[in-house]
């Protein structure tokens, strides 16, 4: 059984066509407990939409379903796009499967709770009283049709976008494959939401002004650690094997929460040391008599966020990474190096790359990127050549300063 995992991040579900990656209980159990504890009222009277969500399998609907009561919801949506791959979730409604009188199965489903009660008098309200309320009230469940744009159950369609309108928080997993449009749409119409996507997403110009503005950040658990999601029976690769379920589960080492909803971690200060103590103790900048300098933008470099100095007033590149730790009341971000954001001081004309074997090819590539001169060709490494000058090409850097001046 193979057991590799999805380096390659939520680009593999392009390479597989597909976007059936289902998030486990515990991680949405972690992340959601984390906004309660910072206010235990996020979710009270609200509208919870799961607009991405099986009912039958998702873990997301599960979880509001099984807390409903306890967080204090006011309604819980889900909808599906069409029928799970991982298991039977159509046995409660026997009425839907293929073969049984006249009617076709549905393509997509809605259910609709407005409370939690005790169904089964055992003195307890959970998730097996909500499933015997669904098979009772069949009015909690509706087919989804669509139109001609949108089949039945997609985020996009009139049906879903009605009961968007309706919603409070939208909670879910959206599409890996239609990330900018589902975070688009959740702008147009105003919504609270905690979804999650891919850490690349950041460098999206969909995206980047959403957290520039302060109007989407990330959520409470770390985004270098990555999550494991359920896939689907079939997949042949990129997956392991859940001990306790025995399902096929994927780690997506690229993935992250996105959200609007406040917590406690994105308001923790970062303890930072002069840039002194930085060339002295740091390893990365231990030997240098100075912090590098961008050529091609008015900032200095900092290779992680441990070495962003306490007493700098200037503009500093970070990598995306920062934003794990990026406390808005501590530090501005004030743009990316990349072409469509602008901000550059200089444009390169065409380059000549020279690859770590010696190959040499004309680029523009020096151009969407931070760039730092160096006064040697680099060993063992891409560099690029313009005239006489020698370039090394560093990935992509947010650009902050210091929300207030350094004492």
């Excluded at 309604?75 to 009188?101: C, R, V, W």
């Excluded at 890996?176 to 690349?200: C, D, M, P, W």
């Excluded at 409470?220 to 689907?232: L, R, S, W």
Aim: proline residues 5%; neutral net charge; aromatic residues 12%.
């Amino acid at each position: 059984m193979e057991s590799k995992s999805l380096n390659q991040g939520m680009s593999a579900a392009k390479v597989a066509k597909q976007d059936e990656f289902y998030t486990q209980y515990i991680d949405i159990q972690k992340e959601i407990e984390a906004y309660l504890e910072f206010d235990p009222n996020t979710f009270r009277g609200k509208v919870v939409y799961c607009n991405c969500d099986d009912p039958f399998e998702s873990n997301f609907f599960k979880y509001f379903a099984a807390n409903f009561n306890k967080i204090g919801l006011k309604k819980l949506i889900a909808t599906s796009y069409d029928g799970s791959p991982i298991a039977g979730q159509l046995t409660l409604f026997p009425e839907y499967d293929e073969g049984n009188g006249n009617r076709q199965k549905p393509k997509a489903l809605a259910v609709i709770l407005d409370h939690v009660k005790d169904e089964n008098g055992d003195g307890a309200a959970n998730v097996t009283d909500v499933e015997l309320f669904l098979k009772r009230n069949k009015a909690a469940r509706i087919a989804l049709k669509g139109n001609h744009k949108y089949p039945g159950g997609d985020f996009r369609s009139p049906e879903c976008v009605a009961l968007l309108k309706e919603a409070d928080i939208v909670v879910t997993n959206p599409p890996f494959s239609l990330f900018r449009q589902y975070v688009a749409q959740l702008v147009e119409h105003t919504k609270k939401f905690l979804i999650i996507g891919n850490t690349n997403a950041i460098t999206y110009k969909e995206i980047f002004p959403l957290i520039k503005d302060n109007r989407v950040w990330f959520g409470c658990t770390n985004f270098n650690i990555g999550m494991f999601f359920e896939v689907p029976a079939h997949w042949e690769h990129f997956h392991h094997i859940n001990q306790e379920t025995g399902k096929k589960i994927a780690r997506v080492s690229t993935s992250c929460w996105y959200t609007n909803l406040d917590h406690g971690r994105r308001h923790q200060p970062l303890q930072l040391m002069t840039m002194a103590d930085n060339l002295r103790f740091s390893n990365n900048l231990r030997g240098k008599t100075a912090y590098d300098r961008y050529d091609n933008y008015n900032a200095i470099e900092v290779g992680t966020y441990k070495e962003i100095p306490s007493d700098y007033d200037g503009v500093m590149g970070v990598p995306i990474t920062f934003l794990d730790k990026y406390n808005p009341d501590q530090f501005e971000i004030l743009g990316i190096t990349k072409t469509w954001h602008g901000g550059a001081s200089k444009t390169y004309p065409m380059q000549t790359q020279v690859n770590k074997d010696g190959k040499e090819s004309p680029v523009s590539k020096l151009n969407d990127g931070p760039a730092i001169k160096v006064s040697e060709p680099p060993t063992g490494q891409t560099y690029y050549r313009v005239g006489t000058d020698n370039f090394i090409q560093l990935y992509q850097r947010i650009l902050i300063r210091h929300r207030t001046r350094p004492a």
